[in-house]
């Protein structure tokens, strides 16, 4: 076999809960992402041949063993589901940095099924692959929840409660609002993270926030900048998760002081997202950009309209 034989699949990074809603809202971010090669073998058994990091070389932590990678994890599913008795051989070269809050697991998830996918006679729908993506999300994660995935796949904002899965809705958004995305040097491990999270809330906490979320949603479809801006915030979680990111509060204050519409942690961090007007987003980047740096951050930073691209195919043999 040659490369000839490869379908190469590309996967964005994501943002995770979108602040407002917790396990039930993601957003697509153009510009960086996973990609995963895969071809059909002989073999009977889906494999990694290897998995390059960010500088191009062999990645000195992520695992090829298939039952311990998001993305074979992910293909084996699809693979098992429609009964092909073919080997697959992958090679996933990550884009996006570990513990980021980006969406890492999930876009090698995603992308593996997308690649496994365009190898089969008659290719599933993208909506179809979403359980499959999710059995590789939930390896990483521990938990069910689409949030990174279901953006990942199908692009721009999508709403995804777990009591819905596998059922997705994409949510159109008010124009002239793009994403920055700042992420510090900062590691957070997610499932830790999710583990630390309280497990009580009172009746007024779950009432102002599901309150805020049904007003998001409801300012998507409406398409009301007002009340996207005033509906875009986090009372539960982001409390509990902002000392494990120090630069965040300054990072937050600068965004909303340059004209943000909203301001919170992508995910779990330590990658913080800002909504904000076209019109004032590269000023938004680069205060989120300062801010991080003065309190000894090094960062880098992605702007993207809200209907980013998903997944899709970039080579088909």
Request: charged share 15%.
């Amino acid at each position: 076999m040659t490369d000839k034989d490869f379908k190469t699949s590309f996967a964005p990074a994501s943002i995770g809960n979108l602040g407002v809603g917790f396990d039930m809202l993601g957003l697509a971010i153009a510009g960086v992402g996973d990609r995963v090669a895969a071809r059909k073998t002989g073999s009977g058994k889906v494999l990694i041949r290897e998995v390059r990091g960010l500088d191009g070389e062999i990645h000195p932590h992520l695992s090829t063993v298939a039952t311990e990678n998001t993305a074979s994890i992910a293909a084996q599913s699809l693979w098992d589901a429609v009964g092909d008795e073919s080997g697959l051989e992958l090679i996933v070269h990550k884009g996006i940095p570990l513990q980021s809050g980006m969406g890492s697991s999930a876009a090698s998830a995603v992308a593996g099924v997308v690649a496994a996918n365009a190898l089969l006679d008659e290719p599933l729908a993208k909506s179809e692959l979403l359980v499959h993506a999710l059995a590789g999300e939930q390896f990483a994660s521990g938990g069910m929840h689409a949030d990174n995935v279901a953006p990942s796949l199908l692009g721009g904002m999508v709403l995804c409660p777990p009591v819905l899965l596998p059922d997705m809705v994409s949510l159109p958004a008010p124009a002239g609002i793009s994403s920055v995305v700042v992420h510090p040097e900062v590691q957070v491990d997610t499932a830790e993270s999710r583990k630390n999270l309280a497990r009580g809330y009172s009746l007024d906490q779950w009432l102002t926030q599901q309150g805020y979320l049904a007003g998001f949603i409801a300012a998507c479809l409406q398409k009301d900048v007002e009340l996207f801006g005033k509906c875009l915030r986090d009372e539960m979680i982001e409390p509990q998760r902002a000392a494990s990111v120090p630069c965040f509060t300054d990072v937050k204050a600068a965004a909303m002081n340059s004209g943000a519409l909203g301001c919170s942690l992508s995910g779990s961090g330590p990658s913080i997202f800002a909504l904000c007007p076209d019109s004032a987003v590269q000023n938004v980047s680069t205060a989120m950009e300062q801010a991080s740096r003065k309190q000894g951050y090094q960062c880098e930073s992605w702007i993207s309209p809200l209907d980013a691209p998903g997944a899709r195919v970039e080579q088909t043999g």
